[in-house]
Each structure stands twice: as structure tokens, then as C-alpha cells.
């Protein structure tokens, strides 16, 4: 195959045609790919790489209608645009493509500069959606994630916290929270530099990345120096399990911080709480307990884990 050259699969059971339409695509800078049968357009269709199909309604084996029906269902979103070319141009037949989720409906006999239009119509538009859909998801991405640390970010986090929290209200299963803040990050920036201090933020965001295994599990940068958990289907003592997975971690990297007044190395301080969601209760009061339970371990020093158990949470 041609490099950069769009590829027809042309399936039609006229060896006439197929000739026909062969020769005038191949002057017209496409790669051409033939079957005689619906079963063979559709074996090329899932082994080979194919830009667009021209499909004739009337097969020997099975029509070309089921036959864009089946590429569908089993591609997908990969499946390639269908152009049905046909003799058939009653509005039943014109009815019955579209349902079959064909592109486009060519009527035979084919006006060859008017197929050749259609078709680079066709591949241009799917083109133009393929770089939208990129834009779009790029977008998307960089609008829920911390540039620095590659985290989900703070609107994100809260944005899956409703989820969860109206998920496990059904469930009656509980969410934890760990809420986790960098010691005396202040002085590693003033010792270190803000450099330094931004090495030492991803190197923290890459511990607790790798402290979580489950895929509901969500890890995001909450602001500055803080880091937030978002943990379904999560008891207080797990919770407890995953901040020491944390810190042994940290420990082990042993990042310097010879300013810090409790440490010769960077630590952290974190607070946790869990609670069967109910719909009564605004998902915040979880963050809120956490918040409460990180300061707390400020208070009392530092560089520990304290955990709110209070009489509605689990």
C-alpha cells in the first residue's frame, strides 16, 4: 500500500464494475481493496486498514445493507464511512441505508467526478470530526488536570466527590477522604527554591499515584502544597492502610528539608475520614471532616495521620 494514499474497499459482486471503479480511483489517488461478497468486505473490513467503503446493495451471499449493519455493530466507532452504490434508488431502499447507518446513498449508474467529490467530501468531514474530537479531549484534559503534577485537579476532584457520594448513597458503601499537606513547605521553597520546591511537589504527587490501585480511586492536588484522596468502598482502617503505604514511601525517597524543625527530610501531615453517604448530607461535610482532622494533626506536631470518627460517620 501507498503511504498516504486514502484506502477504497470496494465490495460489489459485478466484476465490471469493480474494474470499473477500480481503475478511476486509482487515477483518483486512493488505494483500492476489492471483495466480491458482503462475508469478504467484511473480513478486509476487520484486518485491513480502510478509509471508506463503497458497498452495493445487492450481494450474493448477504446484502450490503446487513452487511453496513454488521460493520457497525462490530467496529463501532472504528468503522469506516459506507457509501451504498446501487442500482435500487426507491425510497425504501434510500430508507433502509440510512437505518443501516450508511453515510451516503450513490445511485448506479455512477457519475464518476461526482463520486469522486463525495468521497473526498466524506473522508474531509471525518477528518475535520477526528481533529475536533481531539481538540475536544485535549480540552478536556488540561481543564481537569494540575499542570504541574499531571494530578486530576481541585474542579475535577469535586466533580467526581458528587459522583461517588450519589453512587454510594445507592450502595450504602463508604467514601473516604485522606487530606494530605506537605510540613514547613514554605521553608523548603525558601531553602531550596521554588525549582526545587516544584521537583518536590511531583515527586509527592508520583508517591501517592502509585499508593492507590483501584481505578474508582482518585488522587488530585487540592491547592499549593495540599493533595486530596478520594477513595470509595474505603473503611477508616483503610484509609489508615493507604496513608501508611504513603509514608513508607516518602520515608524511603527520603527527600532532604534540613529546614524543617521536625525532620531532616520532607514529611507530610494528613487528615481522613470516612462515611456511608446519605442524601440528606452535602458531600462537603466529608472534606470538611478531613480538613478538621489535618488540622489537628498540625496541631499535635505534625508529620501523622489523624483519622475523625464522629457519631454519623463509619
Not at 453496513?68 to 464511512?81: A, G, V, Y
Not at 433502509?96 to 457519475?111: G, M, S, Y
Not at 487530606?179 to 511531583?202: M, S, T
Not at 502544597?225 to 513508607?248: C, W, Y
Request: with cysteine; aromatic share 6%.
Amino acid at each position: 500500500m501507498v503511504q498516504g494514499f486514502p484506502t477504497v474497499l470496494v465490495v460489489d459482486d459485478d466484476n465490471d464494475s469493480r474494474s470499473f471503479l477500480n481503475i478511476a480511483l486509482q487515477a483518483g489517488a486512493f488505494q483500492v481493496l476489492e471483495a466480491a461478497t458482503g462475508m469478504g468486505g467484511l473480513s478486509i473490513v476487520m484486518n485491513e486498514v480502510v478509509d471508506i467503503v463503497l458497498l452495493d446493495a445487492v450481494l450474493p451471499d448477504i446484502d450490503g445493507f446487513r452487511c453496513c449493519e454488521i460493520m457497525h455493530q462490530r467496529l463501532r466507532d472504528r468503522c469506516p464511512p459506507v457509501l451504498m452504490i446501487t442500482a435500487l434508488s426507491d425510497e425504501i431502499s434510500v430508507e433502509k441505508a440510512f437505518e443501516a447507518q450508511a453515510t451516503d446513498f450513490i445511485t448506479k449508474p455512477v457519475h464518476l467526478s461526482v463520486l469522486l467529490h463525495r468521497i473526498k467530501r466524506v473522508l474531509q468531514e471525518r477528518q475535520l470530526l477526528r481533529e475536533l474530537e481531539l481538540a475536544n479531549s485535549y480540552l478536556q484534559h488540561i481543564s481537569s488536570t494540575d499542570e504541574l503534577t499531571g494530578l486530576s485537579n481541585r474542579r475535577f476532584f469535586q466533580a467526581n466527590l458528587n459522583k461517588e457520594w450519589k453512587r454510594l448513597v445507592r450502595e450504602q458503601t463508604p467514601l473516604g477522604v485522606l487530606l494530605c499537606d506537605l510540613d514547613y513547605f514554605k521553608q523548603y521553597n525558601d531553602a531550596y527554591g521554588h525549582l526545587e520546591g516544584d521537583r518536590c511537589l511531583k515527586q509527592f504527587a508520583a508517591i501517592l499515584r502509585s499508593s492507590v490501585e483501584r481505578s474508582t480511586d482518585l488522587v488530585a492536588r487540592y491547592g499549593g502544597e495540599e493533595f486530596i484522596l478520594l477513595l470509595p468502598n474505603t473503611s477508616l482502617e483503610g484509609l489508615k492502610v493507604i496513608d501508611q503505604r504513603i509514608r513508607a514511601q516518602l520515608t524511603r525517597q527520603a527527600i532532604p528539608h534540613y529546614q524543617s524543625p521536625i525532620s531532616q527530610i520532607v514529611t507530610y501531615s494528613s487528615g481522613g475520614t470516612a462515611v456511608i453517604p446519605q442524601i440528606s448530607r452535602d458531600p462537603t461535610d466529608l472534606i470538611e471532616e478531613a480538613d478538621k482532622a489535618l488540622y489537628e494533626a498540625k496541631d499535635l506536631g505534625r508529620n501523622r495521620l489523624i483519622i475523625r470518627n464522629s457519631m454519623s460517620l463509619v
